[in-house]
């Protein structure tokens, strides 16, 4: 077990394929840090290998609204609150890299297409201790952020897609309401 492990992610509304990829780098280290990608506008730059990533329909919520789903799907797991943080990470900004990432860290990553072998061949560039805890296949990565937006937007059935936590947030931020674009004032 390392002492300390570092995993990222968008988590454009943290889902059940997320808590399961978090949970499974926490199992790896006594404490974790999570950072969040595209946390803000300026942070966010194209990436030839995933060009969808910067786009701001894929990016609708914020930083605080992302953070505060990531703390509640972990807490609800189970896992005390001592025992990770949740940081902005600028993956898109590979020079500010190194000044926020732990160096004593263990970077964990899954890799599914050529962003997350981009994501490691960064990581390994900078000197940081990387981690694959498991490369597939695209189509077996399984759930991903749009098809909950989409699930959300369309007034479908989300629930199932999300940790009970992160349900009672998308419905306490009425985002069914802003994704649709219903909301009185779209926010």
């Known amino acids: 077990m390392h002492a300390s492990g570092f995993i990222h992610g968008r988590f454009q509304v943290v889902h059940n394929d997320h808590l399961k990829y978090l949970l499974a780098g926490k199992a790896l280290c006594k404490h974790l ?20 990533r910067s786009d701001a329909r894929n990016n609708p919520l914020t930083y ?3 953070e505060a789903m990531i703390r509640a799907a972990l807490t609800e797991a189970g896992v005390p609150e001592t025992d990770f943080d949740v940081v902005p990470f600028p ?22 297409d050529d962003w997350g072998r981009e994501k490691l061949k960064r990581f390994k560039s900078l000197g940081l201790t ?5 490369e597939r296949p695209l189509s077996e990565k399984g759930l991903t952020g749009n098809q909950v937006r989409e699930a959300i937007r ?20 009425k985002l069914q309401e802003r994704f649709s674009g ?3 004032s779209g926010s």
Do not use: F
């Open 33 to 52: 840090t999570v950072g969040i990608t595209n946390p803000d506008a300026e942070s966010t730059r194209d990436e030839a290998s995933d060009p969808h």
């Open 130 to 134: 990387t981690h694959v805890m498991w």
């Open 91 to 112: 993956i898109c900004r590979p020079e500010q890299i190194a000044t926020v990432a732990p160096k004593d860290a263990v970077y964990y990553l899954t890799i599914y």
């Open 182 to 184: 219903t909301s009185p």
């Open 64 to 66: 605080g609204e992302r």
């Open 154 to 173: 369309s007034a479908r059935d989300y629930r199932s897609l999300v940790p009970p936590a992160v349900a009672e947030l998308v419905k306490k931020w």
